[in-house]
């Protein structure tokens, strides 16, 4: 299932208030934007929904206002949550045209019962997002996308440290078996996910990775997982074990903590995404930031790869950068550019404005020029 648009509002009609109007996606998305203009935020509002639909999260603004659009092989799915000091004061999930959940602000509304061919009614806490307190695989088997597509969204901060200062408590012979998916759904635990990895597709895995860190040219040879040489740990009752890798260069491992924080943001990713890809784990990845730390070659080469991974599976990809290296090497169509004007947000990509995407390729300039000089707003408002 992927998502195809989403209108957010937060705080209505009060000074405070901050909106996205509708914001469409495709398979595959770079979101630029100025500073400030809402990239992060955006994608936030996206992994908050998905927190959400999941059980991750409870109400965790006071205020928030989604209306999404989902598509899952031939049908559309619309999922309206409106909710206002905590307390949930509307809720909808439609099928195509078709009304199959909704609820009133007292906590009571009408759900369609699959094995008995009709509405029943119901009742839920005002605070309680009702497709997850009816959840019922027999009964409203329809709720069921919706859940696992907000279970396995997935979100890395790329400037973060993505896990490098994150090591195991746990030995090298000992089973990874008992390393549940959903613990892998944590990007930080990037020595962990490289072990049950290893642990399940075996060879063919560790090779996958060292060709694609190889296609960011760093030429590693060996990637694995042991003890840090190069810090200490007291009081421990097991050893701290974390990822190792070897350079063709090099005689010696250089351990998690002294990777350079340029290589291990890259080689976290690719990790992940090559597990996601092979266990089919998530429906959706968003990347903030992404490319933070690397230099022009790698960073472009890393969201090349990325795309190239994402078109070649079911995985529903949104990266967000206002690198202009990575801009003037990813094509326009997979651009959506945010801005913003006050409180107000805006996307606009090929798919809602083709034809301005269609001129400016025919003005012989570089794609940081669309963004740069503002021809996507001139040409936007004639």
């Known amino acids: 299932m992927k998502l195809k648009t989403i209108i957010y509002n937060q705080f209505a009609g009060k000074p405070d208030e901050w909106r996205l109007s509708k914001a469409s996606f495709k398979d595959?998305?770079?979101?630029?934007?100025?500073?400030?203009?809402?990239?992060?935020?955006?994608?936030?509002?996206?992994?908050?929904?998905?927190?959400?639909?999941?059980?991750?999260?409870?109400?965790?603004?006071?205020?928030?206002?989604?209306?999404?659009?989902?598509?899952?092989?031939?049908?559309?799915?619309?999922?309206?949550?409106?909710?206002?000091?905590?307390?949930?004061?509307?809720?909808?999930?439609?099928?195509?045209?078709?009304?199959?959940?909704?609820?009133?602000?007292?906590?009571?509304?009408?759900?369609?019962?699959v094995e008995i061919g009709r509405d029943i009614r119901f009742q839920v806490s005002v605070n309680e997002v009702a497709i997850l307190a009816k959840r019922d695989a027999l009964q409203h088997p329809f709720l069921e996308p919706l859940v696992e597509w907000g279970k396995s969204l997935i979100y890395f901060d790329f400037g973060t440290a993505l896990g490098k200062d994150m090591f195991q408590l746990l030995g090298e012979k000992e089973s990874v078996d008992k390393i549940d998916d959903q613990m892998l759904l944590r990007t930080n635990n990037v020595s962990m996910i490289f072990r049950k990895g290893r642990h399940k597709f075996g060879n063919e895995f560790v090779d996958g990775i060292k060709r694609d860190m190889k296609a960011l040219d760093y030429q590693i040879k060996t990637i694995g997982i042991g003890a840090p040489t190069s810090v200490t740990f007291t009081g421990l009752q097991e050893p701290a074990v974390g990822l190792f890798v070897e350079e063709e260069e090099l005689k010696t491992r250089i351990d998690q903590a002294s990777i350079s924080r340029g290589m291990f943001r890259a080689l976290s990713v690719i990790i992940l995404v090559s597990y996601i890809l092979r266990a089919k784990t998530s429906q959706c990845i968003l990347i903030d930031d992404i490319g933070e730390g690397l230099d022009y070659e790698r960073s472009s080469s890393l969201v090349k790869l990325l795309i190239k991974k994402a078109k070649k599976s079911n995985i529903q990809l949104s990266m967000a950068t206002n690198d202009r290296f990575i801009m003037n090497s990813v094509p326009l169509e997979y651009w959506s550019v945010l801005y913003r004007r006050g409180s107000i947000c805006e996307i606009l990509n090929r798919e809602n404005s083709p034809k301005v995407f269609e001129d400016f390729e025919l003005t012989g300039l570089g794609n940081f020029d669309f963004f740069s000089s503002g021809y996507y707003l001139r040409n936007k408002e004639k």
Do not use: C, P, W
Request: no cysteine; proline share 0%; hydrophobic share 35%.
């Open 28 to 113: 595959t998305n770079l979101i630029v934007g100025r500073n400030a203009s809402g990239k992060t935020r955006t994608l936030n509002i996206v992994k908050g929904l998905a927190e959400l639909l999941s059980m991750r999260q409870q109400l965790h603004f006071l205020s928030g206002d989604y209306d999404a659009v989902f598509e899952d092989d031939e049908k559309q799915i619309t999922y309206t949550l409106k909710y206002e000091d905590g307390k949930v004061i509307e809720e909808r999930v439609m099928i195509n045209d078709e009304t199959m959940l909704t609820r009133s602000q007292e906590g009571s509304g009408n759900i369609r019962a």
